[in-house]
């Protein structure tokens, strides 16, 4: 194991703008130690994100980066992978920009299970743009365009990748730190597309409005709100409820679909 | 030999190595032949789920340092622009073809027009400057297509090719040279800042793979490339950069044909008008007409507009309904004739020479 952590970092791009108790950090690290423990390069390790929180990451990345458009990056990345299939394509992203905005980009990138892998800090909400809903904010939550509560059925990010066709799909959350570097680190892995969702606090958008306030409470509640998804399966087969408000975590699928975007 | 098939044959000799495209009414030869050819030269042919998607990833594919490229027609265009301001705040080089054919909507898919002219310069938010030129013959199609991939590397600034159906679909003879003349992409000194630029304004080009660790941003950044978005000196000094990189170069890249600048009446074209235009100084000699067709329209070079000292009027035929009339007349104290023809077709030489008739 290569323990030279400090390498994959820009240090003369510190401090960072995430807010006080922001999990995208927490992702970002469980990241890069996956990346670091791959032996990758950074010259042939490339970082890409949209618009959004946790498409900042790569900015705070020393490896070549691309920031794009918002929704968009799927599709840069499709293009950096296509011409050259020898460099490692990690995508960062959140729920609104990959499942509003990018939603298309999403799931035909699935389809084609290009050999990238999708990162996405699902925080629930808008948070760069000050705390609107989003397709991930749950019934009943208060954003600023839902202020009397969500009205709308969410979407599930990890079904979504799935029966689109990705090739790997896991979910944990920011409580989950081992389980979600060891899920991206197998994500990596993965020929074909790797998709990794990760359940992340935002206490300043999110939690202040819905009586979880501090990072603290909401990391409390990923860890008392998440089921594994064989104990989901189990009660399910055995005919019993699966409580609700619950986070289905642990790995959804890893096949072998045929990928495109790898080296012949 | 078909101006879309000419097009792409231009953008295979000069090297692209990457095609990302949508199919749409009238430019789809082009992409179906880079799909029959690119994977036969090493190169890629991807097909992306809508025009946003052909946009970004053509630019991801120039960041590896592919000379890349789309086709595409009026609702695609416009599905494009906000990744073309992307490549334009990034300076990727990269080479949008737009086979035009009627608008608004959905407008008229199988006929030509020129109803983007505007939209190609301004059509991206933001103050933007690019390069577009136009065809007027199959011919063309090839050689201002090699001629855009060359631009697009050396000003590092997304470049369009601005044909239509009418040229885009017309069959002629044209001649394929064994070899084109490439100007390849400057590289960026390794030590130096990758968004800093000399005295041409164009920085190297940091590409990706080699070692540089750069950053790319749509945010305003500084010489280092990190984000700087609220700092007014540097989203001021970036962005009139990337403004006058382009615009202060415009007369040395200009590109046309001018013809008697000793007429009294002179017509200005650029495209299809080009052609009837050629038609009626041929068989009317006895009019003494001068002419300037503009390869290149953007940026606009106004100085060859002084190029006719016995000038009494311009005209200008455009298949739309006075867009680049505007550019004109606002560099011009001599009377400019607008002739807008929409529908889908070209001026006819009778419809020319009606105006001509009006004049005397």
Known sequence: MNDDYEKWYREDRLPHIYCPGCGNGTVINATIHAVNAMGWELDNTIFISGIGCSSRAPGYISTD???????????????????????????FTGDGDLSAIGGNHFIHACRRNIDITVICMNNMIYGMTGGQGSPCTPVGAISTTTPYGAAEPVFDLAELAMAAGANYVSRWTTYHVKELTKAIQAGLETPGFSFIESMTQCPTSFGRRNNLRTASLMVEQMRTCSMLIQKKNRLEAEGKPVPPHRWTVGEFVRRNRPVLGVKP | MQGNIACAEGALAAGCSFFGGYPITPSTEVAEFMAKELPKRGGVFIQMEDELGSAGSIIGASWTGARAMTATSGPGFSLMMENIGYAIMTE??????????GGPSTGQPTMGAQGDMMQCRFGSHGDISIIALVPSSVQEMFDLTVKAFNLADR????????????????REKIIIPDEVEIVPRKLLEKGELPFKAGPDGVPGFPQFGMGYGVHVTGLTHDERGYPEATNPEVHANLVKRLVSKVESKRHEIADYDL?????????????PATRTVRQIMHDHPEKNLGHLNLRIVWPFPEKLLEAFPNVKHFIMPEMNLGQMVREVRQHTAVPVISVPKIGGEMHSPAELLAVLEDLS
């Open chain 1, 65 to 91: 980066s691309l920031h794009t458009t918002h929704g968009r990056a799927l599709s840069f990345a499709t293009g950096v992978k296509m011409a050259r299939p020898d460099f490692n394509v990690v995508v």
């Open chain 2, 259 to 271: 013809v008697n600048p000793e007429a009294e009446t002179v017509f200005i074209t650029y495209g």
């Open chain 2, 155 to 170: 000003f590092r600034v997304p470049v369009f090719l601005m044909s239509d159906e009418t040229i885009g679909h017309m």
């Open chain 2, 92 to 101: 990727t080089p990269i080479v949008f073809v737009n086979i035009q054919r």
